[in-house]
């Protein structure tokens, strides 16, 4: 039954395959795909996370396979994770190594994200404290502190409602505008912000 599914996968192979690693929760599946007819031909599923040796024996599974009906693999497709390029080496050799560049934006965006929630809890714990009552005219600190308490909440409230303008593609004018106002002070949230306009 393996034999008869894995020649139906195989059918109209082109040599690229795409690896692929799932995780979830304490699971793990490891598959080799067929690029292009989006075919699996080999797969293993473990009770943890994925290792180098584990995707190392799926793709020694599929190379056998393939020198059995005398198919060539010219190319590898994956999502730029560390667990892959040393495992393709070992078993097929110096092949051309493409990497889909979606699940690296992915990555890029939730560390944005990851790193504006991060900033978001600083400012709440760098919140001014002061004396009770009005300060005094002549402590211009004190006074500083006054004015920009009320401040701090809105921009704290700005970086979460607003948090998806850190990471849209694309920016309206009225939506860069709302960036501006909701990152002033804070030029590593701008920064990253580049970045995102970059990739």
Known sequence: MEGAFLD???????GDVAADALSEGPYGVLSAVANRQYK??????????????????????LKEALDG????????TTDGSAL????????FGEVPHQLCT????????????????SERAHLAHAKPKWKRGRPSSQDKAARRLARQSPLMPQQIRGLFQERFVCVKRRLQPSE???????????????????IIEHI
């Open 8 to 14: 139906w996968a195989l059918a109209a192979f082109a």
């Open 40 to 61: 699996r031909m080999r797969y293993q599923v473990r009770d943890h996370e994925p290792n180098h040796d584990e995707m190392q024996a799926v793709l020694g599974r």
């Open 69 to 76: 009906r005398g198919l060539a693999r010219t190319g590898s």
């Open 84 to 91: 892959y390029p040393e495992a393709i080496r070992e078993v």
């Open 102 to 117: 979606f699940p690296v934006i992915a990555a890029w965006v939730k560390g944005v994200l990851r790193a504006v929630a």
């Open 176 to 194: 860069r505008q709302r960036f501006m106002h909701i990152t002033r002070g804070l030029p590593p949230l701008r920064q990253l912000r580049a």
